[in-house]
């Protein structure tokens, strides 16, 4: 069964680091571009980050860009987040998601998420 | 960026009902149009991709239609386990994949 398992949110204070991962299986992970979405307590989706198969081409939301930086580990079927300069706005839950299609195009779609992990930023 | 607005924002139905939601994007997106399903507390879920393509595993009460700018998700019978949040995406041009606000529909 396909499976995309988040960890390493937490609590941290403003201005600080966190490291966040996505470990996959049950699918060829080297196969797919990935991405990650957070979502706000109460509030909507929003889509932060993206990375394709072979790790090399990167795009980020205006809002992270510069301050969180997206990797993978294909022969440890990883996906990874490393969030510097933290702020409070950045409060979420953060899920990764699959893009269906490789190489992607429009019309794609985020067909596999994980089920999430909460990042908290406060003093 | 693309810019995404549903509506409406919430609704009460009961099951049973028809249920139509609108999804309309700032500039055309085509065909490239998402939508997920969210129930609380759980992951979205992909219900619908490329405006009308139903994913895998998905019941047949929902649909999809539109184009261009405006598009509309569609639950013929409105079921129990329907009552969730819905929320569209563009996948037309990326970076951003913008989604819309959500729709909550809830029980009337």
């Known amino acids: 069964e396909v499976h995309l398992v988040e960890s390493g949110g937490g609590l941290v204070q403003p201005g600080g680091s966190l490291r966040l991962s996505c470990a996959a299986s049950g699918f060829t992970f080297s196969s797919y ?17 993206r990375i394709s198969t072979d790790g090399r081409t990167t795009t980020y939301a205006d809002s ?10 294909n022969a440890k079927n990883t996906l990874l987040l490393q969030m510097n300069s ?10 990764c998601a699959r893009d269906f299609d490789s190489p992607p195009a429009p019309g794609d779609a985020f ?9 908290t930023v406060s003093s | 960026d693309i810019q995404m607005t549903q509506s409406p924002s919430s609704l009460s139905a009961s099951v049973g009902d028809r249920v139509t939601i609108t ?21 979205p879920k992909l219900l619908i991709y490329g405006t009308s393509s139903l994913q895998g595993g998905v019941p047949s009460r929902f649909s999809g239609s539109g184009s261009g700018t405006d598009f509309t998700l569609t639950i013929s019978s409105l079921q129990p386990e329907d009552f969730a949040t819905y929320y569209c995406q563009q996948s037309y041009i990326p970076s951003p994949f913008s989604f819309g606000p959500g729709t909550k529909v809830d029980v009337k």
């Open chain 1, 33 to 49: 571009w990935m991405h990650w979405v957070a979502q706000a307590p109460g509030k909507g989706l929003v889509w932060v980050s």
């Open chain 1, 64 to 73: 992270v860009k510069g301050r969180f930086t997206i990797s993978r580990d």
């Open chain 1, 86 to 95: 933290l702020r409070a706005e950045d409060t979420a839950v953060y899920y």
């Open chain 1, 111 to 119: 067909d596999i998420w994980g089920q999430g992990t909460v990042v």
């Open chain 2, 23 to 43: 999804c309309r994007a700032s500039q055309s997106i085509s065909s490239s149009l998402n939508w997920y399903q969210q129930r609380p507390g759980k992951a």
